[in-house]
């Protein structure tokens, strides 16, 4: 038994053991298999053959996405004094992206085939041949707007239309005044949302990384025009710790500052956090300087004015908007590849999700060592306190070796067994994800003692 | 200075003090006045003079809507341990909607006016008269689909067509044998999930009750089909439990039974939790015996069988489905109207929001004495060792009593005010808003103090 300070869960690595290394496409096999497996993502609607890269979060992805969401809140929102939050509608009036300038230029350059009829993004042609067919004969590329059109009420009209957001960023901006309004607030300050967005991509892939339907998480940070450099760089520096705070290894992770010619229309900087996926480096997030883009077209589009007045210089200004801006599926995604590992326990090998407890499905699973009562009421008993601060499982069948190599798996990072002997003496075995190593300890402790090393990881 | 565990929050009660009654219209306003004024819920892009019965949740309002879903997830899935949860998309398999029958029934009847070319609801022109024109040369009516309809891909044909979701239910269905499957499950247990629906309602209104785009909680709870009477009227008795341990006032809560004629196209019994509005009665949520209805319709759509295989009586069957499904912004709403109140503190008129701790936007609130060092600094640290365990609001403008007012009016339970005695003697004064009672407590003691308090409620 070992030492309960030693029972730390440790960070995630790559390939620790046997695993294919990070980035290797064998790694990423495994963990997408895995997601299936055990209940993470699912093809969504599958019983009817799914549709095109659209995934459903089955129990344990469900309560993962949820745990990033929720790290993230309590980073940008919760924990800080100079955000507050909001919560707007995905369909909005569409005067809003006509001023944002996503009706223009949120588009990709699609092109038909005259002789098959099919239809491509011109900018994946590059030999001007129809995938398709092979016919040369295609039409001049004309712009394709990559937000999703709908109709509000009785009347199919140009009137009626109305789009799927295809971010929660505008919501910050034509809240803004508002905000300020009924929170008191003044630059530097920011607006948060965490919400779903769609993006009628024409070639989504590569798992949940690129698909139309995606959750986003976006903080529109709003300074005085002469500081937006110097918060620009803060919030690079604070978004890369908070990836690795909860456990991704520097080694998969880098700043990269965007070419001009990548840059949004908006944007007069951005760096991406990227990871290392198996395709190579890709993003996680955009942290963009959009200067005072966005609230000058909506000042020019509405004629509500939009600046701050600062009483004290006396000063009128459009704030500048640094926008860090998350996507949460692929964040699960990346939490994911980081923490997948193989290795061996007792002669035997073994997978094992490296999770940061916070980001775990489950923090504690409850393993009774018998179906039979009054142990098992016993087992239930403890499960019932334990959820009262986190998630718990519950498993009673086959064998306790089994139930380890199962939690394992899904990343829970204690097991706490209740056998025969905690009748006797009130204890249980709490046993750890990464170390397995194991300690016994009065059952009325347990709470104490994994809120404990929870807090400090 | 009061006992401090007489500082308990008061439950809600329906007009303790001079505020309009449950039920009165003049109730309703003072609360959409509230909302606004505080930052609870704007209009949509207001800014572009807003899209009819479309709301933003403001920095108030998202963290209200937020505890709500909270509570509800807490109650609904962490503390049980026969529920799991998951996320499905927005936009699915439009099969999904073939097969559930809405496409052919989820609609309303609409007629067109031959001689304005308004259109309109069948059953709200009971004269048969245009309320436009007042002309009686109406067109037959004819069914309007409720379903939002897109197009995914680069091309706009019938093949592309997809839905918004009109209810969360369905991603529960079509994945159960995924989640049974990795999950290991059996009825009786159930499938919850939180997330946006929409529905094309040709008369929204009553602000955020009946709206186009809406957040649901539902549960899909699986049952052998002898046993779905009784877990129908177990899921009654728990929900209608829920709102009333949350603060709800057992008066202005009701269950009604629906009649026959009025039930949903797949539900054989449904009991609504009604909340009094100012129009009357209205539905929080509805709890519905779905039979087996929809595994049913997937079954035979999919080639599928959903079937649940009893092992142990070697039975074969359908689970019938009971669905407590609530709306979150309704229930945001019921919330706000029952814990508005009106009373006077020290001879001054007060507009107090009596909510649940778990509920409030804030739980606490610290208000140093002064805006100077080195108090402030204190008054900011306190501030932030709070934010570890709360949302906590920052407020040094003004007197304190009208800071004291301000809490009480977006009801945050508990004020920490710092003051220069804090520096000598470590110590800073609480005030709980019902009662308006202070108490003195050492600093680091306030943690405790505050987690015994809302653990009590």
New interface residues.
């Given amino acids: 038994m070992a030492d309960p300070a030693s029972l730390e869960p440790s960070s995630p690595r790559p390939a620790a053991g046997a695993a294919p290394a990070a980035g290797d496409p064998a790694r990423f096999d495994a963990v997408v298999n895995l997601c299936k497996?055990?209940?993470f993502v699912?093809p969504?609607?599958?019983?009817?053959?799914?549709?095109r890269s659209?995934?459903?979060?089955?129990?344990?992805?469900?309560?993962m996405?949820?745990n990033v969401k929720e790290a993230w809140w309590q980073a940008m929102v919760?924990?800080r004094?100079d955000v507050?939050?909001?919560?707007?509608?995905?369909?909005?009036?569409p005067?809003?992206w006509e001023?944002s300038g996503h009706l223009a230029t949120f588009t990709d350059p699609?092109v038909d085939c005259r002789n098959c009829h099919e239809?491509w993004r011109a900018d994946q042609l590059p030999d001007g041949t129809c995938p398709n067919c092979g016919s040369h004969d295609l039409t001049e590329a004309r712009p394709?707007n990559l937000m999703?059109?709908?109709?509000?009420?009785?009347?199919e009209d140009e009137a009626a239309v109305?789009y799927?957001r295809p971010e929660t960023a505008q919501?910050m901006f034509?809240?803004l005044?508002?905000?300020v309004t009924?929170?008191?607030r003044r630059p530097p300050f920011g607006?948060a949302?965490i919400g779903?967005a769609?993006r009628?991509e024409?070639t989504p892939g590569n798992f949940v990384f690129r698909t139309?339907?995606f959750e986003m998480m976006e903080l529109e940070f709003f300074v005085p025009p002469g500081e937006a450099g110097r918060w620009h760089e803060y919030w690079c520096g604070e978004r890369l710790a908070w990836y690795r705070r909860l456990g991704i290894p520097g080694e998969l992770l880098r700043l990269r500052q965007h070419e001009p010619a990548e840059l949004s229309h908006y944007s007069a900087a951005t760096t991406d956090v990227e990871f290392v996926f198996p395709w190579g480096w890709g993003e996680l997030e955009g942290i963009a300087n959009r200067t005072d883009y966005d609230l000058r077209a909506?000042s020019e589009?509405?004629g509500?004015r939009?600046e701050y007045f600062d009483q004290a210089s006396g000063e009128r200004y459009l704030p500048y908007v640094i926008e860090p801006a998350a996507g949460a599926t692929r964040t699960m995604m990346a939490f994911l590849l980081a923490g997948y590992d193989e290795d061996e326990v007792g002669g035997e090998p073994r997978v094992v999700l490296r999770l940061h407890p916070r980001i775990a499905p489950f923090q504690v699973a409850v393993l009774p060592l018998s179906k039979k009562e009054p142990l098992a009421a016993r087992a239930?008993e403890v499960?019932?306190s334990l959820?009262?601060h986190w998630?718990c499982d519950?498993d009673d069948?086959q064998s306790i070796g089994r139930r380890y190599r199962r939690q394992d798996e899904i990343g829970t990072p204690y097991c706490v067994t209740v056998d025969f002997e905690s009748l006797e003496d009130g204890a249980a075995t709490v046993r750890e994800r990464d170390s397995t190593e194991q300690v016994r300890l009065p059952i009325e402790a347990l709470v104490g003692y994994l809120e404990e090393r929870f807090e400090s990881t």
Avoid at 84 to 93: E, F, K, Q, R, S
Wanted: glycine share 10%; charged share 20%.
């Fill in positions: 497996r055990r209940g699912f969504s609607a599958e019983i009817y053959g799914g549709i659209t995934y459903d979060y089955g129990p344990l992805g469900a309560q996405l949820r919760q924990q004094d507050v939050p909001i919560d707007a509608a995905i369909l909005t009036n005067k809003v001023a699609l239809r394709f999703f059109k709908t109709f509000v009420g009785p009347v109305a799927l919501g034509v809240n005044v508002n905000v009924t929170m008191r607006i949302q779903r769609f009628n024409i139309r339907e909506h589009a509405s509500v939009l239930r499960a019932g959820r009262r998630m519950y069948t």
